[in-house]
């Protein structure tokens, strides 16, 4: 049975007071698993930032519990929560690297706030550099380093402290698409080699995609729903969860003469040639009217729409072929928009 790391009791936070207050987040309850990795989505303005830093403080709770390892953080004391903060690091958007200060020094930096020996601390900041994989940038300084580099640097000087957990709070947004999937495979890499746990915060469906096991979607303040990657984003229970996950929708405008029919990928092997097999395998042809499916490990999730044959005999032998597909469920249109 997995262990639970961090768990959010009935967590509210208000901003203000009297009629000019707002809340930001409203009984908020979550459990993260100690060694996996957590997203948190929602879009801009969702209280998602607000969030982490209840997690650790930063931020204290207007209401509720936060508990993390065993100890109830909002009950510490000043100096226990210091010590408490230092194992659980955050990764920021911004980087907020030292610019005054090399790669190395930004990494010794933390080491150097909880007394450690200069030597030791340089040691120990060219192990992380190491693991980042940028152990030959030690002497540059933040503004000879890429968006990338940036955040690799940040991360090894999070890591300095020898977490349990890494907050990332919106830690990819300020990347290019090749850039945001290297850090995202250093984070799963750290995940897998440190054993640390990662909380992933962000507005971003591919980076949960990518790299998360359990989701939480978070709107207007509120826990919409939360699950298991894979079951919620091929099946959101939510208005808030639909609009992340399909944020189109699925409209048809033209109705099509034929029939249609919905095609609802909930674990299907990913490339696996499904509308090529009915054309070869039953002669029958297909056309797509709509798609919108995602990979999440090696499986397929989303929704397909079909035209089917005009003959009803051909029509009826492709919805047969269909239904009987693995991790496909196979519907006829009745929803659709003219």
Known sequence: MSETIIQVKDLCKTFGAGDGSVEALHNINLDIQKGEIFGIIGLSGAGKSTLVRCINLLERPSSGQVIFDGQELTSLSEKNLRKARQSMSMIFQSFNLLMQRTALENICFPLELAGTKKPAARERARELLEIVGLPDKADAYPVQLSGGQKQRIAIARALASDPQVLLCDEATSALDPTTTQ?????????????????VVITHEMRVVEQICSRVAILDQGVIQEQGLVSEIFSNPQTEAGRRLVMPEGEKIHVLPQNRLVRLVFNGAAA????????????GIRLNIVSADTRTIGDKAFGTMVLGLPEDETEAARALIYLRELSGVTAEEVTDYVQ
């Open 182 to 198: 290297s850090i995202l495979t250093l984070l799963r890499e750290l995940n897998r080699d440190l054993g640390v746990t990662v």
């Open 271 to 282: 490339g696996e040639p499904i509308i090529s097999s009915l054309a070869i395998e039953q």
